[in-house]
């Protein structure tokens, strides 16, 4: 069975993270969407909303789970049997340090490979902080994340139907 982690902080999930899950669970027998717990990060949502947004937002996906772990992502990976660590870029400064990321898993874990795949275009200006900030104006968030995650963000900054604080 071929199966690889799609790991990152999904602070929140976006299109542009579900384009590359789907991508990869058509490659992949199973995937594992690994949220990483960072007690040195500070998140706008918590662990456990992140990964209930996830689910929501691959719950059509059958060879998909959702998980949280801390650590290595290659030790993480190592235990679930993955063969490969899939990343997605959205640019070239995405590369850079991706890369950098990259090396350093290779020499940690020579045997489990970094899969990088390319952002639809739609999706390739698109990032969790971006649309955290649109959200905190009241902006119309639609277009890059689930009609949920869209509800959860307007709600954490207080913002109503009118694109208002309230």
Same mark, same amino acid.
């Given at each position: ?11 929140? /999930? ?11 669970? @058509?490659? =992949?027998?199973? #995937?594992?969407?690994? #949220?990483l717990k960072n007690p @040195?990060?500070q998140s706008f949502f918590?662990?456990? +909303?992140?990964? +209930?947004?996830?689910? $929501?937002?691959? &719950? ?6 959702? +998980?949280?772990?801390? *650590?290595?992502? #290659?030790?993480?990976? %190592?235990?679930? *049997? ?12 995405? =590369?850079e340090y991706e890369f &950098? ?13 970094? /899969? =990088? ?7 390739? =200006? ?18 890059? $994340?689930?009609? +949920? /995650? ?10 109503? @139907? %009118? *694109?208002?604080?309230?």
């Amino acid at each position: 069975m071929k199966i690889c982690i799609c790991p990152g902080s999904f602070d929140p /999930v976006t299109y542009g993270h579900i384009d590359i899950i789907q991508r990869a669970a @058509e490659l =992949f027998d199973h #995937v594992y969407v690994a #949220v990483l717990k960072n007690p @040195e990060k500070q998140s706008f949502f918590t662990i456990d +909303e992140r990964l +209930e947004m996830l689910h $929501v937002s691959v &719950k059509a996906m059958a060879n998909v789970s959702v +998980e949280s772990f801390d *650590g290595l992502v #290659v030790e993480y990976a %190592r235990k679930k *049997g993955a063969l490969a660590i899939v990343r997605g870029l959205r640019a070239v400064s995405d =590369f850079e340090y991706e890369f &950098k990321l990259a090396a350093m898993n290779r020499n940690l874990a020579p045997d489990i490979e970094t /899969v =990088f795949m390319m952002t639809s275009s739609q999706f390739s =200006f698109l990032s969790s902080s971006a649309v955290k900030e649109v959200a905190s104006f009241g902006g119309d968030v639609s277009q890059w $994340v689930s009609p +949920e /995650v869209a509800q959860r963000l307007y709600a954490k900054y207080q913002i109503n @139907e %009118r *694109g208002r604080r309230d």
